[in-house]
């Protein structure tokens, strides 16, 4: 039986997150967050005190090994919101901060522990069906994904709905540390040696920059609805 997998790439804050849980409510499909993957591992690397010495060979061991046994789990409500879980904790908040989200981008440049999850990352793709988001999930994770899809939006536009969230979580942040934040992250992620982010060949690319979520979420079910009628 094939499995039909959606992926969605893109950089950080152009809305993939959102898009991909409403795309799995929409299928009635699995989701995976990659994204979030890579935040809990180095979340977990954090509170374990080993995140500053990942260039040390015994450390980067013991790295490894937590990120294939990483205990997670994505939960898609209703409202199409997801719940994520660490180690049974729900952790869906703590994650999303930006401090976490260097975090991130610090694990997912080290070879040996993108290594570490990819399997982690292609056992979620069941049937019915799965929506991947990402940065690499056509490109690397699931290149026979039959509908693939580039979202992004300008750097500037990523930062004003970013602070929009966090402000919606009561944090109190600043455009112009995001602004740069997100420009440090992009080029971390673009010159990566390992799966760098870019889109598939065969990818559809959407610019949100200057369009709403439903115009967005319409475009992206039409282009959808064609690939997996195929």
Request: hydrophobic fraction near 40%; charged fraction near 25%; proline fraction near 3%.
């Amino acid at each position: 039986m094939t499995i039909q997998i959606i992926t969605i790439d893109g950089p950080s804050g152009s809305g993939k997150g959102t898009l991909a849980a409403k795309l799995a409510e929409h299928y009635q499909f699995h989701l995976l967050d990659s994204g979030a993957i890579y935040r809990l591992l180095g979340f977990s690397l954090y509170k374990k005190a080993l995140l500053d010495a990942l260039n040390e060979e015994n450390t980067l061991q013991q790295c490894e090994e937590i990120a294939k046994n990483l205990d997670i789990k994505f939960v898609t409500e209703i409202n199409s919101t997801t719940q994520i879980f660490l180690d049974g904790e729900n952790v869906t908040e703590t994650i999303r901060t930006e401090q976490v989200g260097e975090f991130a981008s610090k694990v997912a440049a080290i070879p040996v522990l993108r290594t570490a999850l990819f399997e982690r990352q292609r056992a979620f793709a069941q049937a019915p069906g799965l929506v991947a988001d990402g940065r690499d999930m056509a490109t690397s994770i699931f290149p026979e994904a039959q509908a693939k899809i580039y979202l992004t939006a300008s750097a500037e536009s990523r930062a004003t709905r970013r602070v929009k969230q966090l402000q919606a979580m009561g944090l109190d942040v600043k455009i112009n540390d995001i602004l740069s934040n997100i420009q440090a992250r992009d080029k971390r992620d673009m010159e990566r040696t390992v799966a760098p982010l870019k889109p598939a060949q065969d990818a559809y690319i959407i610019d949100s920059s200057e369009l709403n979520i439903d115009e967005v979420f319409k475009l992206m079910t039409d282009f959808i609805d064609a690939r997996l009628a195929n």
